[in-house]
């Protein structure tokens, strides 16, 4: 929608400056869009560039006009404001105008940028189905976050789950946001201790640019293969397959099929009048678990072994306290 949204507004500035004068309704016709929706983007675009009406009168067609003038309109975009282009101009990157417009973009957000690296390009990723009920959270560190992802080294302040506050050196690679956890996570790789580490954004304290990213480190990293078999954003070595037998009670398949629905290897098949079988390949099983958890007695673990007796382990402590 968005791409299409900045096709139309080119295409209402070309035709304009093109010709002396257009109704609203001629206009939208050579859009291909409806008359109000036109309408709504003129009005947007006349705060920007020479482009008014004239039209007083409810009764006689709304006429467009583009004045030539010998400056050109000057923007100020948020950070925020820029990133959100940057995803809009994503698709384009074949065409070299639209290359260009995102590498100044950039510029613009990361100031002295050297050395750009081509990592894959996606900065942002919801992990599980259900959009973020806050999705700025925190607003301006996020977008900050965001544009620094694949282009500088940071010096991190953090405070992890214990209080307990650190400081390192780190390679952000991009952002992503776990419904299960209702958090945003920095994903980065840090020097120290050579490896990938998560760090929730909201307990971030500090962030501070020392030097640019090494530029051929990251090239092929990419946020969705490197969450592909996650549950949620614990990533493991170890790859458990994962079978479980759901009963139909209420809306539980509805729900699996929903809270599944974005894993590659996931597979729901049913297997009699009241049961489905659910397989897949987890990496980690301590969020799985918390989630068949919420199934109470409609969820059966049948593989792996270990994640099935962890659950009746917790399910004979819960017994026992009501015994």
Known sequence: MAKDRMIRLGQLITVLSAAQALST???AYL???PVEIVNDDLEKLS???PIYSDSENDDQPEYWYYEEQDFQPAFQLTVKEAVELLDCLEEGQDDPVICSISERLIKAIVPNVENLPRINRVRRLFKGHKPPW???QPAELLYELVGYCGNRRLDLTYKNQKGEVSRRAIDPLGLVYCWSHGAWYLVAFS???QGYRHFRVERIEAIREIGPMPANNYQDFCLEKHFA???GIQVAAEKHDVVVRFYDDYNVISRV???TQDRPQAKLEKESSRTYIYTDQVAGLSEIKVWLRSFGASAEVLEPKK???ELIESYQRILDRYS
């Open 307 to 309: 994640l099935r007796d």
């Open 229 to 231: 078999y996650a549950w």
């Open 31 to 33: 859009c291909g869009a």
């Open 191 to 193: 020097p120290a201790d």
């Open 134 to 136: 806050d999705e700025l």
């Open 257 to 259: 099929r929903r809270e």
């Open 47 to 49: 705060y920007c560039f």
């Open 25 to 27: 309704q001629e206009l």
